[in-house]
């Protein structure tokens, strides 16, 4: 399997932009897909956005869309996580995933097999 690692977290203002990064290492991520979910203290699990192994198409929670933008660079054997706009709501540990199944691309946790240790993002109000 391919092994996951985050970086780019931290403290940032309400208002603010962090960038996230996934870098993979073991395998090439070329043919998985990618997803980023968040867990915030007391709640479970969430998922944010997905993109395919092409990087052709990417999904994102509704909520979430044109604050977040997911994409990949297959050459880097890395994806990302831009996020713009930071809300406090949007506090939590930011964890990538990789997976090969199609239901991966529809946000199901199940359809990754790889995940990576998480990431904290604090944003202030």
């Known amino acids: 399997q391919v092994q996951l690692v985050e970086s780019g977290g931290g403290l940032v203002q309400a208002g603010g932009s962090l960038r996230l990064s996934c870098a993979a290492s073991?395998?090439?991520?070329?043919?998985?897909?990618v997803g980023w979910f968040r867990q915030a203290p007391g709640k479970e699990r969430a998922f944010v956005a997905a993109?395919?192994?092409?990087?052709?198409?990417?999904y994102y929670e509704d909520s979430l869309k044109g604050r977040f933008t997911i994409s990949r660079d297959n050459a880097k054997n890395t994806a990302y996580l831009q996020m713009n706009s930071l809300k406090p709501e949007d506090t939590a540990v930011y964890y990538c995933?990789?997976?090969?199944?199609?239901?991966?691309?529809?946000?199901?946790?199940?359809?990754?097999?790889?995940w990576g240790q998480g990431t904290q993002v604090t944003v202030s109000s």
């Open positions: 073991g395998r090439t991520i070329r043919g998985y897909n």
């Open positions: 995933a990789a997976g090969t199944r199609p239901i991966s691309l529809s946000g199901s946790p199940a359809g990754f097999g790889s």
């Open positions: 993109i395919s192994w092409s990087g052709d198409t990417s």
